[in-house]
């Protein structure tokens, strides 16, 4: 019998298996398993939370350890956002500084492929689209 080895990392003594790198396709699969990996590593909240205000000079030690806990997070979220991606994707958003930013634009691109695809495979094959849709 074969044996399939894969890749892990441990976090806090939990071993985690690596996802696949996102090449651009089965995105909903790939969204639905970084939820997963970004909640278990709780920063996942990162990604729908609002933006800190800018630091002032009557911030709080409460206020200046979150800030610094969110920035920690926002890093954390973001570096495994990017290592989940194929290299052609990282190298299209590693200037990206927002995880959120880079997780809204996958959302965006790749959300609105997968639905086009779905409405195309819902034609009878030699059908033509575009007659449907304007009427030729």
């Known amino acids: 019998m074969e044996e399939t080895q894969m890749a892990s990392f441990k976090v806090l ?14 995105f909903t699969r790939w969204q639905d398993k970084m939820k997963f990996l970004l909640t278990t ?3 996942f909240y990162i990604l729908s939370a609002t933006p800190l205000p ?3 000079e009557k911030d709080t030690e409460q206020q200046k350890e ?7 997070d926002e890093l954390i979220c973001r570096g495994h956002i990017l290592n989940a991606l194929s290299d052609r994707l990282y190298d299209l958003y590693t200037e990206t500084q927002s995880a959120k930013v880079i997780w809204d ?20 094959p030699g059908a033509n689209p575009a007659g449907f ?3 030729r």
Not at 66 to 72: A, S, V
Not at 105 to 124: D, W
């Open 13 to 26: 003594n939990q071993d985690f298996v690596r996802l696949d790198r996102f090449d651009g396709t089965n």
């Open 41 to 43: 590593l709780k920063v």
């Open 54 to 56: 800018a630091p002032t």
């Open 66 to 72: 979150e800030r610094k806990k969110r920035e920690e």
């Open 105 to 124: 634009a996958l959302e965006t691109k790749y959300n609105a492929e997968e639905e086009v695809g779905a409405i195309i495979a819902k034609f009878k």
């Open 133 to 135: 849709l304007w009427g």
